[in-house]
């Protein structure tokens, strides 16, 4: 048997998404380039639950147990890259996820998420978009289009 050890990484301004200066995708668009290092705390939390899991299974009798500190090939939660927030200087829409340069563009996915919880984000991706398009509805009357 395996266990899975899911950390959260505390919000950490040096992990990024940025656009890859050379790389592209096959249609030419340029592609993102993450920036991410596993913080002291993270590898803390990762450790001790290492522990854990290991003593869990020996425990449960187990004579042989392997571990690997980190699986390279995970990370399928696509968040963050237009985060939310109320300054143009630092979030890329409001938190109705109408962006700030344009204001007839709305964003309604898991790139408006400021930080990632260690678990599923679907939900909240589902509730913000409802949430974002009841606001929409109910400001349509006041709804400005680029000059
Ligand atoms: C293997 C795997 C398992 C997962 N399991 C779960 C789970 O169990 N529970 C959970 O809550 N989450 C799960 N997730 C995460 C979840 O699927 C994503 O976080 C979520 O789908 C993100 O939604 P989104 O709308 O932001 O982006 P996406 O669902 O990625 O939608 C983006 C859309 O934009 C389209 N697109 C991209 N570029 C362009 C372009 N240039 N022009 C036009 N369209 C474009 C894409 O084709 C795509 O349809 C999983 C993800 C993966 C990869």
């Known amino acids: ?41 993270s590898r803390r939390l990762l450790d001790f639950h290492i522990a854990r899991a290991t003593e869990s299974l020996h425990t449960a009798g187990a004579y042989d147990v392997a571990t690997e500190a980190l699986m390279r090939s995970s990370g399928w939660h696509l968040l963050g ?6 300054d143009p200087r630092t979030s890329v829409v409001d938190p109705y996820g109408r962006s700030h340069d344009i204001p007839n563009l709305y964003v309604m996915d898991g790139s408006v998420f400021v930080t990632s919880g260690g678990v599923n ?27």
Do not use: C
């Open 121 to 147: 984000p679907t939900s909240t991706i589902t509730a913000l978009a409802l949430r974002s398009t009841e606001h929409l509805i109910a400001s349509r009357r006041d709804q400005r289009i680029p000059a």
């Open 81 to 86: 890259t237009a985060r939310m927030g109320t």
């Open 1 to 41: 048997m395996s266990w899975g050890i899911f950390g959260e990484d505390l919000p950490d301004e040096a992990n990024r998404v940025t656009v890859d200066a050379a790389l592209t995708d096959s249609s030419g668009i340029p592609a993102p380039k993450i920036t991410y290092a596993v913080s002291e705390n």
